[in-house]
């Protein structure tokens, strides 16, 4: 019986440089945003579990006796260090009606859903009776992590309701945090959720999701950046709808067929996200324009290699030409093939917002400032 209501959220992220080189254990750094997701749950009909996830069209509810008739299916990986097995998401597919090899985003989200419910209550116990509902400020599928914000969400809401992890908002306190350790429980379930959307993570997405901030991330480790400038950074949504999981299989495909060719590209990201780390880790807090040029250097360079990767787009080309013609820096963040891009912008330069256009403040991580076109 679960007697309260209350919400969670979890950031979206930028990564700045190693996107995709990460998937293959190279180092990324990313940074957490102001957009979040947020997961409200609170008590539901007896006997029934109900989902409502309005940005993506999902509305269902199921009875938790044929949920738990489901679950024995699936126990025997009840263990957050196994990923999702073909088997258990081709039954929770066949459970929730939906086809083999559907992608669509309602499709991606309910299967998670239902993976993350079943497999988490299959370690700790019961779901009980509740009501949950999942929306947010992010862009789905643009590049900011939006499927890691929801995984994260729903992770943390689960384990609690499950018993897992505490429910750290005392009476009285309007915000509360978890313990280290109950955040590296949410983090690794979190991953599982981002197993069954994007196929093969690398884990970098949930990370940020989870502790926020900005951080190196290289094959499950993680590592807060020492000292993080205030910089200044124009972030582009394309509106060019992709799938991560798609791109990422592209990848791994280009890597399998062309591996002279291509693992030299993963290299060279992998020493251009560690050098930016070492420049970011050196600069004062404030820099000066003289701390640019080597910043938008690794940018530029990347943009390139991204595109050897296949993970271009005409769109993000057009993004990065603009800017060049302003002196401006730009490349794609995230999986690309569209999604959003980000524009390096020098100290104090003169910014010229086209109408309708916004400016928001995006500061978590005392890091980003950005612009983002009107939805
Ligand atoms: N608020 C949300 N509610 C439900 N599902 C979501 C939500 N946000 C993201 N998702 C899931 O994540 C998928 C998008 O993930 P992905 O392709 O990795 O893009 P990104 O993480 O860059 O936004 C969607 O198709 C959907 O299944
Ligand atoms: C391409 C990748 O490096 C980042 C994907 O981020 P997003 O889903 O596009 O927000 C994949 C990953 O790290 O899991
Ligand atoms: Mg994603």
């Not at 102001?34 to 997961?39: A, E, H, I, M, Y």
């Not at 067929?257 to 030299?264: R, V």
């Not at 603009?322 to 524009?343: D, W």
Request: hydrophobic share 45%; glycine share 10%; proline share 7%.
């Amino acid at each position: 019986m679960w007697a309260r209501e209350l919400a969670v959220s979890a950031p979206g992220k930028v990564i700045l440089h190693g996107e995709h080189a990460v998937v293959l254990g190279k180092v990324a750094l990313a940074v957490a945003l102001d957009l979040r997701t947020f997961l409200r749950l609170r008590p539901g009909a007896e006997g029934r579990l109900s989902v409502s996830l309005p940005g993506v069209g999902v509305r269902r509810s199921w009875d938790t006796p044929s949920l738990r008739a489901l679950r024995g299916r699936i126990a025997a990986d009840g263990d957050e260090s196994k990923s999702p097995s073909i088997e258990q998401l081709d039954a929770l597919r066949e459970f929730a009606g939906i086809a083999a090899g559907a992608s669509a985003p309602d499709s991606l989200a309910t299967l998670a859903f239902l993976y993350m419910c079943l497999a988490v209550s299959a370690k700790y116990g019961d779901v009980p009776s509740v009501d949950i509902v999942v929306w947010s400020e992010l862009p789905t599928g643009a590049g900011l992590g939006s499927s890691a914000a929801y995984a994260v969400c729903l992770a943390a809401a689960l384990l609690m309701l499950c018993g897992a992890i505490s429910c750290p908002l005392q009476e009285g306190q309007s915000t509360a945090r978890w313990t280290e350790e109950e955040l590296t429980l949410i983090n690794s379930w979190a991953f599982r959720g981002e197993q069954v959307i994007h196929g093969n993570p690398s884990g970098v997405d949930n990370a940020v999701g989870t502790w926020g901030g900005a951080l190196r991330y290289q094959a499950g480790k993680i590592t807060p950046l020492k000292r993080v400038p205030t910089l200044r950074i124009l972030l582009t949504n394309t509106k060019v709808p992709r799938s991560t999981k798609v791109l990422v299989a592209g990848v791994k495909e280009k890597i399998l067929k062309f591996p002279a060719i291509m693992n030299p590209v993963l290299d060279s990201i992998d020493a251009i996200s560690q050098e930016c780390q070492s420049v970011l880790e050196a600069m004062p807090a404030n820099p000066s324009p003289e701390h640019y040029p080597v910043l938008e250097e690794f940018f530029d360079i990347n943009q390139h290699h991204l595109n050897v990767l296949g993970v271009g787009h005409p769109s993000l080309d057009r993004l990065c030409q603009v800017t060049a013609s302003h002196s401006l820096h730009s490349k794609l963040t995230g999986a690309g093939g569209g999604g959003c891009g980000i524009t390096l912008l020098p100290p104090d330069p003169v910014i010229l917002i086209p109408p309708g256009c916004r400016a928001p403040a995006l500061s978590p991580a005392h890091f980003l400032g950005a612009l983002q076109e009107n939805p």
